[in-house]
């Protein structure tokens, strides 16, 4: 039946083209047809048993009666060719209608975005890959002044960034920046996405400091990091990870610049970020053991105890925040044991060094680990 019903869409595509004459694809039985084809496709893409070639075909049926129509009496014929191009879109077909495109690119959007955090979750390249390409084409097909556009883009630019720390593609570093940078231009100022875009361009920067070294990256970098920590609400679910990324990017500029306020300003961002963490958070964890990096490095340079006092006790409870599997562990107990010795150095506490000893051992034998 659905070869039948295709061949006489088909047909019809045929003779419209030879003729130009539309009215082969308006008349009732060509619709009723095309509805029927169009019923048994969406049974067989529930199955997984997509036919895109199908779909294609029924896009253009569709496509031309909504042509041939008046304005404000095609919407149905539209919203058809629309629905019935999207899968054709998702696996690249190329030479659909111009018109449609933009509608088709909006409807691809949430598959895209469910690629995407499938591809946050698996291991494979082509997965990711095909999450890079599909938002590509979405944006491709959606000009600018659409106003999703922005947040495609910044999708775009997630994707890449994510395929640059997987493979280490200098390249989709840089073009994430480049998209990223064109997607915060065009969000208005009021919009919450654009704090996401914010956060995510200025760790792009820092990023690429820290491979390139142009100290130009870094300044930008902490200067969109600023702005998105000023502009997300006290109470916003991600308000811990940008305050983190903001002391994150600070932390190298010191060295830069020799600006105490540069270490002290990435102490109080990290330490932000830990108090706006609750407990259960996945990387509460990490928030603690960075901010005890921070008042190290600021101990090793003037010398304050309280701040290596304070070091310890955020490296031990990262420690204890996490199982004895934890595969950061091992770090959260050696960054430990070293402030620990420190200390040690510093006031001769028999306790310190003991403890200290303790938690090497636990950090590089797993003969310790559970202890």
């Not at 919203?79 to 933009?102: N, R, T, Y």
């Not at 064109?182 to 009021?190: E, G, H, I, S, V």
């Not at 200025?202 to 990023?207: E, F, I, N, Q, T």
Request: hydrophobic content about 45%; proline content about 7%; some cysteine.
């Amino acid at each position: 039946m659905r070869e039948e019903l295709l061949a006489a869409v088909w047909a019809r595509l045929g003779r419209l083209a030879e003729t130009g004459d539309p009215s082969v694809v308006m008349e009732p039985q060509a619709l009723v047809d095309a509805q029927r084809l169009a019923a048994l496709l969406r049974t067989a893409d529930k199955s997984g048993d997509s036919d895109v070639t199908a779909w294609y075909a029924l896009g253009w049926f569709h496509w031309n009666r909504c042509s041939a129509l008046p304005p404000g009496v095609n919407h149905t014929d539209l919203m058809a060719a629309v629905a019935a191009f999207v899968p054709c879109f998702i696996d690249g077909a190329k030479g659909l209608p111009e018109g449609v495109l933009p509608f088709v690119a909006g409807h691809a959007a949430p598959h895209a975005v469910e690629l995407f955090q499938r591809a946050m979750r698996s291991t494979d390249p082509d997965v990711l890959s095909a999450a890079v390409h599909l938002w590509e084409r979405v944006v491709s097909a959606t000009p600018p002044g659409f106003p999703q556009r922005p947040v495609y883009q910044s999708y775009v630019g997630g994707a890449l960034r994510m395929r640059f720390d997987r493979a280490g593609d200098r390249t989709d570093l840089d073009e994430a920046i480049v998209v990223v940078r064109d997607a915060l231009r065009a969000f208005p100022a009021d919009d919450p996405e654009r704090m996401k875009c914010l956060s995510l361009l200025g760790d792009a920067l820092r990023v690429r400091f820290t491979r390139a070294g142009d100290r130009a990256d870094l300044d930008e970098a902490v200067d969109h990091l600023r702005a998105t920590v000023k502009a997300i609400p006290a109470d916003h679910p991600d308000r811990a990870t940008y305050l983190s990324n903001l002391g994150i990017a600070l932390v190298p500029r010191f060295p830069q610049t020799g600006d105490r306020a540069d270490l002290d300003e990435a102490a109080h961002s990290l330490r932000s970020a830990v108090e706006a963490a609750p407990d259960n958070h996945p990387d509460r964890a990490t928030y603690l053991s960075n901010l005890g990096a921070v008042l190290r490095t600021r101990f090793g340079r003037f010398g304050d105890q309280v701040d290596l006092d304070q070091a310890i006790t955020v490296e031990r409870e990262a420690a204890d925040a996490v199982p004895t599997d934890h595969p950061s562990r091992p770090l959260y107990l050696s960054n430990l044991g070293v402030a620990l010795m420190e200390r040690f150095e510093r006031t001769g506490d028999r306790a310190d060094l003991d403890e200290s000893v303790h938690s090497l051992q636990r950090a590089l034998s797993p003969i310790f680990l559970g202890s």
